[in-house]
Every structure is written in structure tokens, then in C-alpha cells.
Nanobody
Framework: QVEVVESGGGLVQPGGSLRLSCAAS????????MNWHRQAPGKERELVAS???????QYADSVKGRFTISRDAANNTVYLQMNSLKPEDAAVYYC?????????WGQGTQVTVSS
């Protein structure tokens, strides 16, 4: 079993920055993908950023140039640096780990963007 724990959410003003962290622990052998998703009220969950085992990154068009995903592979930790935050970025952000062929999700962390 793999435990996934996010941290770093909170309240930020428009234009501000936040850094989310996600640590995976437990029976981890191969992490193929570490992803960040988000879900705003009344909307479907969407993939925000992804980093693969070989370090390839992908971003949703809505966050390109503002968000950066990175990882500490040795410690099974993934980060999401969010800059120039907009009110529409407000959501619950979820960390998603694909360990070999199994999905593991964190409980989510709230990001609120408001003045």
C-alpha cells in the first residue's frame, strides 16, 4: 500500500504564489508518474501537471508558463510551484501517484485565490 499526503495549500491573493508538496510512502518500487489534478466546485477533476519516471513534464494549457512541477525522486516527493495565481486556479488540488500500474491519490489540499 502507498500513502500519499499533500501539503502547502492555503489562501493567496491574485498574482501570488504557492508551492504544493506531495510525499508518497509505503510499498514503492517504481513510480511511473507523479501528477497534480484539481477540482473546483461544480467542475470535473482535471489534470494540471504531470512528471514521468524519466522526468518528462506536461501541463494543462491553462497553467503553462505559470506552474512548474518538479520532484525529488529519491524521496518520492513531487512539488507544484504555482505563480501568478488567478481566481480560476482556486480548487482542491490532488496528488496522484502511479506506482507501477496502480493509482494512489492523496486527500487533497485547498487552494483559495482571493483578495
Amino acid at each position: 500500500q502507498v500513502e500519499v499526503v499533500e501539503s502547502g495549500g492555503g489562501l493567496v491573493q491574485p498574482g501570488g504564489s504557492l508551492r504544493l508538496s506531495c510525499a508518497a510512502s509505503g510499498s514503492i518500487f517504481i513510480v511511473n508518474y507523479m501528477n497534480w489534478h484539481r477540482q473546483a466546485p461544480g467542475k470535473e477533476r482535471e489534470l494540471v501537471a504531470s512528471i514521468s519516471r524519466d522526468g518528462t513534464t506536461q501541463y494543462a494549457d491553462s497553467v503553462k508558463g505559470r506552474f512548474t512541477i518538479s520532484r525529488d525522486a529519491a524521496n518520492n516527493t513531487v512539488y507544484l510551484q504555482m505563480n501568478s495565481l488567478k481566481p480560476e486556479d482556486a480548487a482542491v488540488y490532488y496528488c496522484h501517484i502511479i506506482e507501477r500500474w496502480t493509482d494512489f491519490w492523496g486527500q487533497g489540499t485547498q487552494v483559495t485565490v482571493s483578495s
